[in-house]
């Protein structure tokens, strides 16, 4: 069965910490990692990773993506109130030609306290 | 573009009734996913289409519930009859398919309580 783990499942920081999220994944036929950023209402999509060592970054969010060892984390520096949210990772999965899924891992819920 | 849309945003109902769940997807995309999210359990994937076609409803907890798509522009997922523990947010997305961004964009879900 296609799973995806993430931890810490809860955090709280101050305004200025860093932080780092894990994710790991166990899937058959993966072709991509997300991250999603999570507030009040629908997932917005923060990152897509499709190769490894490759790292993805937009302004204090970065993230990278380890094939071989089957995981991702999230980093964020720098932290601001705004962050405050449930951090979801998702595995893409399916044959290339035929199908997918979107697997999702139980979330991160960040605090940042001021 | 608008991006997924469904309706209705909340619906509170009781124990019994018939309950309609609606999405437009985002137009030109190929995949369609019907998504339940509790506390408990996170997202759970219940159903995805590929051009209309019901590719994995493996998800679907039970009869009661079913999931059409009638066209590439909307899709209904039903509960008959509801029961409280039917009481969540449902998330309608849609992706592009293969060879483009593959990536899902969620609507803003429907909040359906079961009394």
């Known amino acids: 069965e296609d799973k995806v783990v993430q931890s810490p499942l809860s955090l709280v920081v101050h305004e200025g910490d860093t932080v780092t999220l894990n994710c790991s994944y166990e899937v058959t036929n993966f072709r991509s990692l997300l991250w999603y950023k999570q507030e009040k209402k629908a997932p917005t999509f923060l990152f897509m990773l499709t190769s490894s060592g490759i790292e993805k970054k937009s302004g204090r969010l970065s993230s990278i993506l380890d094939k071989k060892e089957l995981f991702s984390i999230l980093n964020i520096t720098a932290t601001q109130t705004g962050d405050s949210a449930v951090y979801l990772c998702a595995a893409r999965t399916g044959p290339y030609n035929y199908g997918q899924n979107f697997v999702f891992g139980p979330g991160t819920r960040l605090s940042v306290l001021p | ?115």
Request: hydrophobic share 35%.
């Open chain 2, 1 to 115: 573009d608008a991006g997924v849309i469904q309706s209705p945003r909340h619906e509170v109902t009781e124990m019994g009734q018939e309950v309609t769940l609606r999405c437009k997807p985002i137009s030109g995309h190929d995949y369609l996913f019907w998504y339940r999210q509790t506390m408990m359990r996170g997202l759970e994937l219940l159903i995805y289409f590929n051009n209309n076609v019901p590719i994995d409803d493996s998800g679907m907890p039970e009869d009661r519930f079913s999931a059409k798509m009638p066209n590439a522009s909307f899709s209904t997922l039903k509960i008959q009859p509801s029961e409280p523990r039917d009481s969540a947010v449902y998330f309608c997305a849609s992706s592009p398919g293969q060879g483009r961004i593959e990536k899902l964009f969620f609507g803003s879900g429907t909040q359906l309580s079961v009394l």
